[in-house]
């Protein structure tokens, strides 16, 4: 057998590359992209050309079947961003880890830079929720502690955004709207209070806009994301994007360790001496699995 020697992450731009020349599996045109446009005379405009992205934000679109390989289409959120904001609420609604995860995986697939902003940090202490997210600090994913009530943070975030295409995205109800009233003044986004029946948040942002601002640059709003699903990516390539994972795959006995149950695996290892937080590498393992199935379901 032979054993590809090409990176794992750089197998899967390849094949990215190779599917923006296919319309049907990518949006034709996202917010972000860099289009030319020719005015028509009613005032209206059509879209004559789109340039190549740089880089994407995307998912596998939701479906309301049993989800297939081969139906899965990409949803492209946002074209061409230079970095994602994941903002996750302290309290109201609690914070969902397992979701941090997966977009953290979709953020590393796209070698886009990820900024975790911790709002409402008025509702919980910010000691809390540093041991809580010490896990994400210790792999270098920069960490900020907003509250669009009291201020906190507000500057800190601004400073992040200034001159960037950034994207805002997280769950319904962790204040996304709130923050971007509170980083641009007079910007006048509809905010929702969570629901007290379900204790999920509730929709005010319908569909992604993007929204100049004075510090420079841009920030792309998206709607509240309820599900997340990996699109196009091999169960064997997970271990990439996994910051503390990545690394110990070559010390592996077994080229093609799952680091599920195979003797001599370096990832099992450093998890039972503490080394990886366990949380997360569960959250590898169901990733591995759901896929797993899924292409295995295709053949």
């Keep these: 057998m032979i054993v590809s020697k090409v990176p794992k992450r750089v197998r899967y731009q390849r094949r990215k590359a190779q599917q923006t020349e296919d319309q049907s599996v990518s949006s034709i045109v996202a917010v972000g992209d860099i289009v030319t446009v020719t005015v028509n005379e009613d005032g209206t405009g059509t879209i004559e050309s789109v340039a190549p992205r740089e880089s994407v934000l995307s998912r596998a679109r939701p479906t309301a ?3 297939t390989v081969e139906q899965d289409r990409e949803q492209v959120l946002v074209a061409n961003p230079d970095q994602v904001v994941f903002v996750i609420a302290a309290a109201d609604p609690a914070p ?22 911790i709002n409402k940090i008025d509702l919980v202490a910010e000691a809390e929720m540093a041991e809580l997210f010490a896990i994400y600090a210790e792999l270098d994913y920069p960490i900020l502690f907003t509250s669009a009530v009291t201020g906190r943070g507000i500057q800190e975030l601004q ?13 319904s109800g ?29 929709h005010t942002t319908r569909h992604t806009q993007l929204y100049k601002l004075d510090v420079g640059g ?26 503390e994972i990545e690394p110990l795959v070559a010390d592996c006995q077994f080229s093609d360790c799952s680091h599920r149950h195979e003797t001599g695996c370096a990832v099992r290892e450093a998890v039972a001496a503490g080394k990886i937080s366990a949380e997360r590498y569960d959250s590898y393992l169901r990733l591995y699995e759901e896929h797993t199935e899924l292409h295995k379901n295709a053949y």
């Design 218 to 243: 841009y920030v792309a709003d998206t709607p509240g994301i309820r599900g997340v699903a990996l699109f196009d990516v091999e169960p064997t390539e997970l271990d990439a994007y996994f910051r």
């Design 65 to 67: 079947g049993t989800r």
């Design 174 to 202: 962790v204040g996304k709207s709130s923050l971007l009233n509170a980083v641009q003044t007079g910007l006048g986004l509809a905010v929702a209070a969570v629901s007290e029946a379900t204790t999920k948040g509730m």
């Design 96 to 117: 969902n880890l397992r979701k941090l995860d997966r977009l953290l995986v979709i953020t590393e697939m796209n070698d886009l830079p990820t900024i975790i902003c």
């Design 159 to 171: 400073a992040v955004l200034a001159g960037k295409l950034s994207v805002f995205s997280g769950s």
